[in-house]
């Protein structure tokens, strides 16, 4: 039992290996990236730091301090978000996204920044095993709800309005505190419908800093599937 659980966990970093390799491939020499987090982001920003190393310049935004101390032990260059008007590239991970390409992130508590740069991002590669591609969005995994701490019990009675659970992202026995020193709330909404509708509602809810919906912000999704991968491509407007 435990050598086919550790084969199926091999299987999945091989996929995510393969998805940040082939995104890194779109990288030119000169273009500001942005550096997403999570497991799978690390393996494109290892990648990266390899292009630095042979002599490409790049700049970089990392989307959080975890990611910014990677990038840095490989000596990628880090830039201020002010600095630029956008970013070329930006590579970061999903907690699941579904065929029209609505992701969810969050998982790791680095959403706004993430969706920041997603927003200043020319072209946005999502990189994910194939665990990660759901018919059902939502259903196993909450949706993570950044909040002002102040506000976090009017934010989850507005959300139990909407029919959702929220709890508080826990870490070491007390709230998450994210980055930017917000709390998570990872909210169960069930099957997750209509996620534009959804967002909006969210998004009008006074103490939501940014929840993990991200819709119309990933460009292509380049997905590990065994020894290969499969892209997907936004339809053009
Ligand atoms: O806040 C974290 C990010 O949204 C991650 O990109 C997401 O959780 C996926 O992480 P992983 O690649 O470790 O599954």
């Given at each position: ?21 082939a995104a890194v491939s779109y990288i030119q020499n000169g273009q500001v990236i ?55 590239i930006t590579i970061d991970g999903a907690d699941e996204f579904n065929d029209d ?137």
């Open positions: 039992m435990k050598l086919v659980k550790k084969k199926a966990s091999e299987a999945i970093e091989k996929e995510k290996q393969l998805a940040a390799l942005g550096l997403g987090s999570g497991s799978t982001a690390n393996y494109a920003i290892r990648e990266i730091g390899k292009l630095v190393q042979n002599g490409f310049q790049l700049k970089a935004i990392p989307t959080s301090k975890k990611t910014q101390l990677l990038a840095e032990s490989f000596h990628i260059p880090i830039i201020d978000s002010n600095s630029i008007d956008h970013i070329d390409m609505v992701l969810i992130k969050g998982g790791g508590g680095a959403l706004f920044r993430e969706k920041i740069v997603a927003s200043m991002t020319r072209k946005q590669i999502i990189i994910a095993d194939s665990s990660k591609l759901v018919r059902h969005l939502g259903l196993e995994f909450k949706l993570p709800i950044e909040v002002i701490p102040f506000a976090s019990n009017y934010v989850m009675n507005r959300l139990h309005i909407l029919g959702g659970t929220s709890i508080i992202r826990q870490k070491g026995g007390k709230a998450f505190v994210t980055d930017l020193g917000n709390w998570i709330l990872d909210v169960d909404l069930g099957h997750i419908r209509d996620p534009l509708s959804l967002s909006r509602s969210l998004d009008e809810i006074v103490g939501v800093v940014c929840h993990g919906l991200f819709i119309d912000l990933a460009d292509i999704i380049i997905m590990g599937k065994g020894e290969t991968t499969e892209a997907f491509l936004r339809p053009k407007s």
